[in-house]
C-alpha cells in the first residue's frame, strides 16, 4: 500500500472505490446497452405497428372509395343514357303520331284537301316553313304528282307542330316514292348552292328511307352527315302504306352535336366514355388514341370481337342491359367501365375511370401516414439520444449515489417501454387504438412517445368511424327512402291498361313526386259493374308527413266509396274520419266523380281542388269552373255540394294537381291554366295515355332545368259509350304498356 499525500494507493478505501467505480461503469455501460436495445425494438415494433395501421387503412380507404366509385359511376351513366334514350323515343313517338295521320291521309284522299306547297326561299331563313325539294327528272306539271303533293300538305301543321318540341330536332319531313321530299325544318337558305341555284335531292337513294321500305317499320338510320347542313344525326323514319301501296316515308332527324360535345368533355382527369351502335362500333368517343377512337364505318371494330376477351364479353354484357362496375385491363392501364344501353335506338353508352384515380386518395393518405411516422421516429431517436447523454453524465457526476439510483431509474424507464411494446404488439385490424395509461407518465421522453403513438392512434380510430358511420348512414337514409317511394308508388294503379277487359272507357294517370315520396294521389275502380270511382287529391305539404296523410286519406275515400255513397256523402264522411284524429292539422283537397258507365252520367264534388277540364266530341278542352267545398281534414262538419254531366261517346275528363299549374321556370314564371287548355287542344283527338305524354313534353319544355317544386299528377278518362267495341292495340300503347 503506498500513500501519497492524502491519496492512498491499493488500500481498502480505493479498493472500494474502484470497486464502486467499477460498478458505476459497469452499470452505467450495462445501462446504456440495454437503453439502446429497448429503444432499437422499440422503434421496430413501432414501425411494424405502423406498417400494419397503413396496410390497414389502405385497404379500408380502397374498399370505400371503389364502393362510392360504383354507385356514382353507374347511377350516372345509367341517368345519362336514360336521357338520351328518351330523347331518341320522343323522336320515335312524333315519327308514328304524323305516321298514323299520314295514313290516314294518303288512305282517304277523297276526303282530305289539297294544300299548296312552295319551293325554298332564303329570306325565310330563321322561319319555321315546309319547303318541296324534286329530285332530278322530277315533272312538276305532272297533274297525278301535284294531286299526292296536295295531300301530303296536309301533314305539313302537325309536322310544323312537333318540330318544335326539342331544340335537337333538326327536321320533320314527307318523302314520296316519286322523288319528291316535303320538309319543315328554319333553314331555307341550306336548300341552296353556293351560286344560288336550287338543290336538287332524291330522298328515295337516302339510306335511311331505304332501311325504312325494306323493314316496312320505324327505323333509326347510324349516324349520318345532314345532306343540308353538315352536322351529325340520326335520322327516325317510318314507312306509310295506303291501299296496300307504299304511299310515303314519314321521318325526323335529330342533330347530335350537343350529344357529341358532352361525350368529349368526358376525357378528363383520366376518365373517358364512347357510344356504341347496334354493330358494336364505336360511333362517339371522348378517346382520341386506341382501339376507342372513331373510326369511319368500313374500318371501325366490331369491340363484341376484340381480341381482348374480357372487354369483348363487357361489351356484349352492356348492349343487352346495365352492367355493374367492371374492372377491364387495356393496353393503357386498368380501367373501371360500366355500361348502360339505349334500347330505342340500339346504342349503348360506356363510361370508364383509371383505376389509378380511384386509388390515389389512398395512396396519398398512406403517403401522408409514413411523413408522420417519420417524423414521430426522428423525434423519438433525438429525445432518445438526448436522454441517454444527459443520464450517462449524470452518473458519471454522482458515482456513488448510481449505485442506488441507477436500478431506481433502469426500472422507470425501462417498464414503461415494456408496457408500452406489450400494447403495440396487442394492436390488430379489429383494434388499432393505442390508450395513454399511467404507466406511461413518467415525465420524460417516453411520455411524450407514448402520447404521441396514443395521438396517431386515435385519430386514425376516429377517421375509420367517421368513414363507417357516414356511409353506413348514407346507405340506410337511401335504402328507407327507396323502400318508402316503391310503398307510395304500390298504393296508387300502375297497370296500365288499368281495365283491359272493358272497352266503354279508356283511363290513364301517372305521378311525379317533387320529392322522393310526395302528398299526391289519385286512384280509380269499379264500385260495381256500371260505376266507376275517380279521384284526384293533394295533401298539404311534402315529404314523409304528406305521403302517410296521403295513404290513410286514400284508404278511408276508397272504403268510403265502395259502401255505395254519392260523392258529397263520401267527402263528408271522409273529412269526418280525418277530423276526428287530425293531430297534425294536415288537410287534402279532393275532387271525386262517380260515372255511371250505362248512361254517361258523371256525379261529383269538389272539395278545395283545381277546377276540371271537360271536352264533348267534336268539341274543344274548356275548364268547368265547379263549386268549392272546404278542405277534407279542414273543418268538421263540413258539408258538399255535388253536380252531374252528361257524358256523350268521346267525351273526355282531364283532372290535375296544383303541381301542373304551378310548375314554374328560372323566371318564376307559371304554367297556368291557358298553358293547360292550349297543349290539350293540340292534341284533341289523342287517347289518355297520349294526352298525359303531351302535357309531360311541354311541362318539361317550359321548366327546362328549373327545380321541380311540386308534386305533379294528372288522370285522362276517354268515355267511349256501353256500346264501344273492342279496339286493336296501337304500336305507340303497345310501347306504353311495356
Same mark, same amino acid.
Given at each position: 500500500m503506498k500513500r501519497l499525500k492524502k491519496l492512498v494507493s491499493g488500500g481498502i478505501q480505493n479498493k472500494i472505490f474502484n470497486l464502486i467505480l467499477a460498478t458505476v461503469i459497469l452499470m452505467t455501460v450495462a445501462f446504456s446497452a440495454v437503453s439502446a436495445y429497448r429503444a432499437n425494438m422499440l422503434t421496430k415494433l413501432a414501425s411494424a405497428s405502423s406498417e400494419r395501421q397503413k396496410e390497414s387503412i389502405s385497404g379500408i380507404s380502397t374498399n370505400v372509395m371503389t364502393g362510392v366509385i360504383d354507385r356514382s359511376l353507374s347511377q350516372t351513366t345509367q341517368m345519362e343514357a336514360l336521357i338520351a334514350d328518351h330523347m331518341f323515343l320522343d323522336l320515335k313517338t312524333r315519327v308514328e303520331m304524323i305516321g298514323e295521320y299520314a295514313g290516314i291521309v294518303f288512305g282517304n284522299p277523297a276526303r282530305m284537301q289539297r294544300i299548296a306547297s312552295e319551293l325554298p326561299d332564303p329570306e325565310k331563313d330563321g322561319e319555321v316553313t315546309a319547303q318541296? +325539294?324534286? /329530285?332530278?327528272?322530277?315533272?312538276?306539271?305532272?297533274? #297525278?304528282?301535284?294531286?299526292?303533293?296536295?295531300?301530303?300538305?296536309?301533314?305539313?301543321?302537325m309536322m310544323a307542330s312537333l318540330y318544335g318540341v326539342s331544340d335537337d330536332t333538326n327536321s320533320c319531313f314527307v318523302a314520296l316514292p316519286e322523288g319528291v321530299f316535303l320538309v319543315v325544318d328554319d333553314r331555307s337558305a341550306s336548300k341552296f348552292n353556293e351560286d344560288g341555284s336550287a338543290v336538287s335531292y332524291d330522298p328515295?337513294? #337516302?339510306?335511311?328511307?331505304?332501311?325504312?321500305?325494306? /323493314?316496312?317499320?320505324?327505323?333509326?338510320?347510324?349516324?349520318? +352527315?345532314?345532306?343540308? &347542313?353538315?352536322?351529325?344525326? +340520326?335520322?327516325? /323514319?317510318?314507312?306509310?302504306?295506303?291501299?296496300?301501296?307504299l304511299a310515303a316515308v314519314i321521318g325526323s332527324d335529330l342533330f347530335l352535336t350537343s350529344m357529341q360535345e358532352q361525350v368529349s368533355r368526358s376525357g378528363e382527369n383520366d376518365s373517358f366514355a364512347f357510344i356504341i351502335n347496334r354493330k358494336g362500333q364505336v360511333v362517339f368517343s371522348s378517346d382520341e388514341e386506341g382501339i376507342f377512337r372513331v373510326r369511319a364505318a368500313d374500318e371501325a371494330e366490331d369491340l363484341r370481337r376484340s381480341s381482348n376477351t374480357q372487354l369483348a364479353g363487357f361489351i356484349m354484357d352492356a348492349m343487352r342491359a346495365q352492367t355493374s362496375v367492371k374492372l377491364i385491363n387495356l393496353e393503357k392501364g386498368a380501367y373501371y367501365m360500366v355500361?348502360?344501353?339505349? #334500347? &330505342?335506338?340500339?346504342?349503348?353508352?360506356?363510361?370508364?375511370?383509371?383505376?389509378?384515380?380511384?386509388?390515389?386518395? /389512398?395512396?396519398?393518405?398512406?403517403?401522408?401516414?409514413?411523413? +408522420? $411516422?417519420?417524423?414521430?421516429?426522428?423525434? !423519438? #431517436?433525438?429525445?432518445?439520444?438526448?436522454? $441517454?447523454?444527459?443520464?450517462?453524465?449524470?452518473?458519471?457526476?454522482?458515482a456513488a449515489a448510481m449505485v442506488g439510483l441507477s436500478l431506481s431509474i433502469a426500472k422507470r424507464i425501462v417498464e414503461p417501454v415494456k408496457t408500452m411494446t406489450k400494447r403495440l404488439t396487442q394492436l390488430s385490424a379489429k383494434n388499432l387504438e393505442f390508450k395513454m395509461d399511467d404507466a406511461f407518465r413518467t415525465g420524460d421522453e417516453v411520455e411524450e412517445l407514448a402520447k404521441s403513438i396514443a395521438d396517431l392512434s386515435h385519430k386514425t380510430v376516429e377517421y375509420m368511424d367517421t368513414i363507417r358511420q357516414a356511409t353506413a348512414e348514407k346507405e340506410r337514409i337511401s335504402a328507407e327512402m327507396s323502400l318508402a317511394k316503391d310503398i307510395q308508388e304500390s298504393m296508387l294503379p300502375h297497370a296500365f291498361p288499368a281495365f283491359p277487359d272493358r272497352h266503354d272507357f279508356d283511363i290513364y294517370a301517372n305521378m311525379d313526386p317533387a320529392k322522393e315520396v310526395g302528398g299526391d294521389f289519385y286512384d280509380f275502380f269499379l264500385i260495381d259493374d256500371d260505376h266507376l270511382c275517380i279521384m284526384i287529391a293533394d295533401v298539404s305539404g311534402k315529404g314523409v308527413p304528406a305521403a302517410l296523410f296521403m295513404m290513410a286519406s286514400k284508404i278511408i275515400l276508397q272504403s268510403v266509396a265502395m259502401m255505395g255513397h254519392s260523392p258529397a256523402q263520401i267527402l263528408a264522411k271522409t273529412n269526418e274520419a280525418v277530423c276526428s284524429n287530425n293531430t297534425?292539422?294536415?288537410?287534402?283537397?279532393?275532387?271525386?266523380?262517380?260515372?255511371?258507365?250505362?248512361?254517361?252520367?258523371?256525379?261529383?264534388?269538389?272539395?278545395?281542388?283545381?277546377?276540371?277540364?271537360?271536352?264533348?266530341?267534336?268539341?274543344?278542352?274548356?275548364?268547368?269552373?265547379?263549386?268549392?267545398?272546404?278542405?277534407?281534414?279542414?273543418?268538421?262538419?263540413?258539408?258538399? $255540394?255535388? !253536380?252531374?254531366?252528361?257524358?256523350e261517346p268521346g267525351s273526355?275528363?282531364?283532372? !290535375?294537381?296544383?303541381?301542373?299549374?304551378?310548375?314554374?321556370d328560372k323566371k318564376q314564371e307559371m304554367f297556368g291554366t291557358d298553358r293547360i287548355l292550349n297543349v290539350l287542344n293540340e292534341v284533341p283527338d289523342a287517347g289518355p295515355n297520349q294526352v298525359l305524354e303531351h302535357m309531360s313534353t311541354a311541362v318539361d319544355f317550359f321548366v327546362q332545368d328549373a327545380e321541380q317544386f311540386d308534386d305533379l299528377t294528372m288522370l285522362c278518362l276517354e268515355y267511349k259509350g256501353p256500346n264501344a267495341a273492342s279496339a286493336p292495340v296501337t304500336a305507340a300503347a303497345a310501347d306504353k304498356n311495356e
Open positions: 318541296l +325539294i324534286l /329530285a332530278d327528272g322530277v315533272n312538276r306539271e305532272d297533274a #297525278r304528282l301535284n294531286d299526292r303533293i296536295g295531300l301530303a300538305g296536309n301533314l305539313i301543321d328515295t337513294t #337516302r339510306e335511311w328511307y331505304q332501311q325504312a321500305v325494306e /323493314a316496312g317499320h320505324t327505323i333509326f338510320s347510324d349516324v349520318e +352527315i345532314d345532306a343540308f &347542313t353538315g352536322d351529325i344525326g +340520326i335520322v327516325c /323514319a317510318t314507312p306509310v302504306y295506303a291501299n296496300g301501296q355500361g348502360s344501353p339505349m #334500347r &330505342t335506338v340500339g346504342w349503348t353508352l360506356v363510361s370508364a375511370r383509371s383505376q389509378e384515380t380511384v386509388t390515389r386518395p /389512398a395512396a396519398l393518405m398512406t403517403e401522408s401516414l409514413n411523413e +408522420i $411516422q417519420n417524423g414521430t421516429a426522428q423525434e !423519438y #431517436r433525438d429525445m432518445n439520444g438526448q436522454s $441517454q447523454f444527459t443520464a450517462t453524465l449524470l452518473m458519471l457526476a454522482i297534425a292539422e294536415m288537410f287534402v283537397t279532393v275532387w271525386l266523380g262517380i260515372l255511371e258507365l250505362s248512361t254517361g252520367r258523371l256525379t261529383a264534388a269538389n272539395a278545395g281542388h283545381e277546377y276540371p277540364v271537360f271536352k264533348q266530341p267534336h268539341g274543344a278542352y274548356e275548364l268547368y269552373k265547379d263549386k268549392h267545398g272546404f278542405v277534407v281534414g279542414g273543418m268538421a262538419d263540413a258539408q258538399y $255540394q255535388e !253536380y252531374e254531366l252528361q257524358l273526355r275528363i282531364f283532372v !290535375y294537381t296544383d303541381g301542373l299549374p304551378e310548375a314554374a
